[in-house]
């Protein structure tokens, strides 16, 4: 399929430059939709939660409603969402609650579930290719005593922004042994195969697709000038004070609905007798429009 991603296409790839870049959201007030009931969005409600992510790839929902995990559920199937990334963490029905396990310390291994700071990633960095994560539902039921923002940036600007600054650099950031995600052990062997792979792919359909860590422990980047070059590229966009980068704290009833864009976390202080807590949904599938 024809895609502007294609880097020997360049008239399609200004082309929906020029489009992207008008129709892009740079204002976090732009990206906010009341909805009354997560578990059954009106018509209204969705076509202005899908036209949040048409435009820039994420929406933010508020809502006054109760939300369990069954019912972020039936709000994620709402947009085509159904096969859910059910991690060795997650709960029954694939769905994460995100807190801090102080007392777990399988969870306390890993930093979601500590009070750190996450840095800029697309979540799913680590999964094998036929289990590419291509979208994620984030809803908040309880906030931090202080801290916890989150950063955001559509996938498809950061694309972009690169390539206007270098072809060169969405080439290395292209290549099939870009990031090497290194094999994660426990006592009885190999619990995840070493996963390699680009940062930026497309699927069958034209869509893009970004996989990506700023960790840089149990990180291998490919040992190559192109590479060093286009790793420290994306380092200084996402360190710039770029309006296409969204600064939110989620509060209670609010949530991140979104095909699978940059994003990180600042760390916090919880309260005690109220710890933060969210419900983690991650889909193999692309938001439906």
């Known amino acids: 399929m024809p895609t502007p991603f294609d880097l020997l296409d360049a008239n399609a790839y200004l082309r929906w430059r020029e489009h992207k870049l008008a129709q892009a959201i740079t204002n976090l007030d732009g990206l906010i939709v009341e909805i ?19 435009r820039s ?26 096969r859910l990334d059910a991690n060795w963490l997650a709960g029954e029905q694939g769905i994460t609650r995100v807190t801090v396990c102080a007392d777990d310390g399988q969870r306390q291994a890993y ?8 840095k800029w990633h697309t979540d799913g960095y680590y999964n094998p290719p036929k289990r590419q994560i291509h979208s994620m539902n984030l809803h908040c039921v309880q906030n931090a005593a202080q801290g916890g923002e989150n950063r ?37 062997g190999v619990a995840r195969a070493a996963q390699t792979g680009p940062i930026f792919s497309t699927g069958p359909d034209g869509t893009l697709h970004m996989r990506y860590t700023a960790r840089t422990r ?30 939110v704290l989620l509060g209670p009833g609010m949530g991140l609905l979104c095909n699978n864009v940059l994003h990180d976390r600042a760390e916090f202080n919880d309260d005690k007798q109220h710890p933060r807590m969210l419900y983690r949904a991650r889909y193999y599938d692309r938001i439906a429009e």
């Not at 009354?36 to 209204?44: G, H, N």
């Not at 929406?59 to 159904?82: C, D, K, M, P, W």
């Not at 930093?111 to 996450?118: G, L, M, N, Q, S």
């Open 36 to 54: 009354k009931d997560p578990a059954a969005v009106t018509p209204i409600e969705r076509k202005e939660l899908l036209s949040r992510c048409h």
């Open 152 to 188: 955001l940036m559509d996938h498809e600007i950061a694309y972009l922004m690169l390539r206007d600054e270098s072809a060169d650099c969405i080439r290395a950031l292209s290549a099939p042994d870009a990031m090497t995600i290194p094999e994660r052990t426990d006592e009885t």
């Open 111 to 118: 930093i979601p579930y500590t009070d750190r700071a996450i």
């Open 218 to 247: 149990s990180i291998e980047w490919k040992q190559d000038a192109d590479t060093l070059a286009a790793v420290a590229l994306l380092e200084k966009l996402l360190a710039s004070d770029t309006p296409h980068i969204h600064h």
């Open 57 to 82: 790839n994420m929406a933010i929902y508020a809502t006054h409603a109760s939300v369990n995990e069954n019912i972020v559920q039936r709000f994620g199937a709402q947009f085509g969402l159904e």
